[in-house]
């Protein structure tokens, strides 16, 4: 079971970027998919998730507006596309899958390798 995250790198302000996460393994297509981040010296923390239809999608308030997921269930992967960057958006960024939608990381059976996004001011 694997979780492969690309697409993250150095950003100025105000740019964007878009996350990729390709699963692989099992049968995901039934999981709710998403994203999480940790910046240096602070805890990990929610970003979005989207059900597995991808009817119904989920954003941490601080990306609201700014970060929209998306998901190919026939390719088995999820996008972050992640707008208007800024600063506080650095961090490692892992994507997780999990079959209940949640908040906290234990909901999420899981994990891939993370990706480095750095948002320069």
């Known amino acids: 079971v694997q979780l492969q995250a690309s697409g993250g790198g150095l950003v100025q302000a105000g740019d964007s970027l878009r996350l990729s996460c390709a699963a692989s393994g099992r049968t995901f297509s039934y999981y709710f998919l998403g994203w999480f981040r940790q910046a240096p010296g602070k805890e990990r923390e929610f970003v979005a998730a989207i059900s597995w239809s991808g009817n119904a999608s989920y954003y941490a308030d601080s990306v609201k507006g700014r970060f929209t997921l998306s998901r190919d269930n026939a390719k088995i992967t999820v996008y972050l596309q992640m707008n208007s960057l800024k600063p506080v958006d650095t961090g490692v960024y892992y994507c997780?899958?999990?079959?209940?939608?949640?908040?906290?990381?234990?909901?999420?059976?899981?994990w891939g390798q993370g990706t480095q996004v750095t948002v320069s001011s």
């Open positions: 997780v899958a999990g079959n209940s939608m949640g908040y906290t990381i234990n909901h999420y059976n899981y």
